[in-house]
């Protein structure tokens, strides 16, 4: 299959024609940090807002994937884990959406009337949950992807709300794809059923850890969040990190994923169709390379619980059969 390296892009120079915009930038450049809306250019303020909103909306709609792998749950520690998952994203969003209402927000309208179909979410959390170790392996993989994006945030944000707000969101995503990563392990080495189970969930869930980041550094339209510093890490280089340690615990557990260490470039690199996408009623990877648009499309349609899911997260709506 064809090998593919993807290689960290440097930050974009920072230059504005507007004397408030660069003497923003230049605050920026320097380290300072920014505490208060009122010190923000339009621009500046806008990054973060749309940031923020994607953060708010994709932690809420974790929810609504996880609830669907209660009936496969094997015991009551197992339903537990998955309780305290949605608990703490469900936390995560609340966090990260208070945040969002400095900015005039209302996080309640948000979540409860805005249109279901305009919902949006990762395409991996928009298919049900088959099995335990489905879920388990999402933590292991997923919740991993996920802290990248978060931690850089913490680290690097130049926005210090937005770092201090994210400590705990870090400190329990942490604790998710370990505990994932702990019980994937278990059940790699448990039986020779368990095992396929685990490589078959490992076989789906990888590459939605690829496609995590999104679009490629070099066919992104805008980069203003590294520009503004509320991010410092690229796409490429988020996904990059998450690929080495992501092969790292498959090494060390024994699972295979679609990746070899290459001893040229010093690291692993993909052995994927890249880009590829997924049939969007069964989930299935389509094992063929396409057009960056393809797979555009197919994350702005979503998975096949869309938009009934969140139709009834707005109607609060859970049955009385999760215990």
Known sequence: ??????????????????????????????????????????????????TLEIAAAGEVTVLTWAQTGYDTAPDLGAKIAISGSIQDEVGHAHQQGMLWERFGVDMHAEAFERPADKFWSMPVLEFEVKNYIYFLVAQALLDR?????????????????????LKKVNFEEVFHFRHGSYWMEYYWNHSEETRQMVQEAVDWVFPHGVFWYGRPDNMKGKMDQLIYGVRKWSNDTMRDKWLQSACKLAERIGFNVPAHFDEDEGKYVLDLPYPMTWDRQTGDWIQEKCEWSDVVANMKSGGRMRPGIYERLQREEWGSSLW
């Not at 339009?42 to 749309?50: A, F, G, I, Q, T």
């Not at 850089?152 to 707000?165: G, N, Q, T, V």
């Open 145 to 165: 992807a996920g802290r990248y994006t978060t931690w850089d945030i913490e680290l690097h944000c130049s926005f210090a709300p937005y770092r201090r707000a």
């Open 1 to 50: 299959m064809e090998s593919t390296v993807i290689r960290p892009m440097p930050n974009p120079p920072m230059v504005a024609d507007d004397p408030a915009e660069q003497a923003l930038l230049d605050r920026i450049a320097a380290g300072e940090l920014i505490e208060d809306i009122s010190e923000m250019t339009p621009r500046y303020r806008k990054v973060l807002e749309n």
